[in-house]
């Protein structure tokens, strides 16, 4: 296992923070005791001292690994045992795919609409041939074949949100690839997979599939949104929380004004037609409960990147807490576009004065990244 330690820092008032890379740390064991020691003596060997880092090591930010933001035992809160005013910062972005991933997990069909596509992903990344059927099947279409990945995986949510909006524009495509695959008279007729072809043509081909389709389109299209403007190195904390409080409104909306997406299927649902493809109704696909899963993303965003746990009473845990609770308003005395009209002359000084002492010319901002 390894840690790769980076540091953000401004060497002077008049310039910009930038990002450097530190050192690659080979670690003995996942323990967060070794990561800590190892991340500790790390800095040590660059010349930053204990009593150096107390006024000038200000944030520390990982992922969500339970081992580096465990509340009781994990790096940070260790670190924050020796840093009393230390920001400890779990990734906004890695926080919103592991609010995705619940909402997948809790509503009704995320599962068997996740293995379907996982099955396309399947069939073509790893066979030339396949892919080469399935072009020839899009210029009989006119139509352009978009690559088709994974959705809901590891990677970050436009990803999931390019393989849906793939497998839409290339839905005509698919169909007429699959029909061609299990029908013997066709010169792109294969015996070994022409089962499975008839199978994913059947699953396709429905109604049902279209619909959960078009919700994830529209679902995912919000979050891919999001995800790219978290990714912005400009977007300050207030910034986020308020964009991240926005996609809420608008997912929840969804679920009484359906996306443009899922009007469409309503519409392809009732003529049994996806452009030149007929529908037939699958009495066996379990669909996506659309509000069910609109509520669960929704939800998994609150708990996930507005709110902090309630649990555990130590010392360490009662601040981390503090630090994820508090730092968007503390952060947002600083932005003039979160001021109110009415502020008074005193406006912001209970804020300012929580977060950590910064130095005038020299200020050390670190960010780690497991």
Known sequence: MTLIVY???IANENTEPHLMFL??????????????????????????TD???????????????????????GVAAQLTDLFPKLVTWHCLNHRLELAVGDAADEAQGVSHFRILMDSLYTLYSRSP????????????LDFQVKKIGRVLSTRWVASSFRTVTAVWDNFEALAAHFSAGCDPLSLQYDKSLASKYAGLRK???????????AVMHDTLGELSMLSEQLQNRSTTIPEADKLIRRSIRRIENMKGNPGDKV????????SSAFGSTQLVSNSKHVTINNNQFLSSVANSLRKRLLVADKEDTCESADVLRKNRRSLPAELSVMDINFWPSDMDTAYGETDMSA??????????????VL
């Open 355 to 368: 977060l950590p002492p910064f130095q005038p010319t020299v200020c050390q901002y670190p960010r780690w």
């Open 51 to 73: 009593n150096y880092m107390r006024d000038h090591f200000v944030a520390f930010v990982s992922d969500g690994a339970s081992v580096m933001t465990g509340r009781k035992s």
């Open 7 to 9: 540091l953000k820092c």
């Open 23 to 48: 050192q690659l740390l080979e670690l003995d064991d996942q323990k967060a005791t070794t990561i800590t020691q190892a991340l500790l003596n790390c800095l040590h060997h660059f010349g930053f």
């Open 263 to 270: 009007l469409e299927a309503k519409s392809i649902a009732e």
């Open 129 to 140: 041939k396949t892919q080469k059927h399935l072009q020839t099947a899009a210029r009989e």
């Open 203 to 213: 699953k396709l081909c429905s109604p049902q599939f279209v619909n959960d389709l």
